[in-house]
């Protein structure tokens, strides 16, 4: 069984909500300022779009490393360290346990 389910089409639909989203605030932005005529309205409603989505793609792409992903490294490598001892010395006590065997 796969843990999880591939919902094909999410990016898409990801970058098609940050467009909306980006267009309104956008024009929330150029709404409030009733002085600019349509011209200035709309180059700068497109230069709040931009701001916006670039952002919005700062936000998705730094890097995090948290405590539980730091823990989860740690037991990971530590545990097959420990994998690694145990089958190392697997045959140390043979000599006791099967004495005359060779």
């Given at each position: 069984q796969?843990p999880?389910?591939?919902?094909?089409?999410?990016?898409?639909?990801?970058?098609?909500?940050?467009q909306?989203?980006?267009?309104?605030a956008a024009?929330?932005?150029?709404?409030?300022?009733?002085?600019w005529?349509?011209?200035?309205k709309?180059?700068?409603?497109s230069?709040?779009?931009?701001?916006?989505?670039?952002?919005?793609?700062?936000v998705?792409s730094?890097?995090?490393?948290?405590?539980?992903?730091?823990?989860?490294?740690i037991?990971?490598t530590?545990?097959?360290f420990?994998?690694g001892?145990?089958?190392?010395v697997?045959n140390?006590?043979?000599?006791?346990v099967?004495?005359?065997?060779?």
């Amino acid at each position: 069984q796969v843990p999880f389910t591939a919902v094909f089409g999410l990016q898409a639909r990801e970058r098609e909500v940050r467009q909306a989203f980006a267009s309104y605030a956008a024009k929330i932005n150029v709404q409030s300022h009733p002085e600019w005529d349509e011209k200035e309205k709309k180059k700068m409603s497109s230069k709040a779009s931009a701001m916006i989505l670039d952002e919005l793609d700062k936000v998705d792409s730094t890097d995090r490393l948290t405590a539980s992903f730091l823990l989860a490294v740690i037991v990971a490598t530590a545990s097959q360290f420990s994998v690694g001892y145990n089958t190392g010395v697997m045959n140390a006590p043979e000599k006791v346990v099967f004495p005359g065997h060779s």
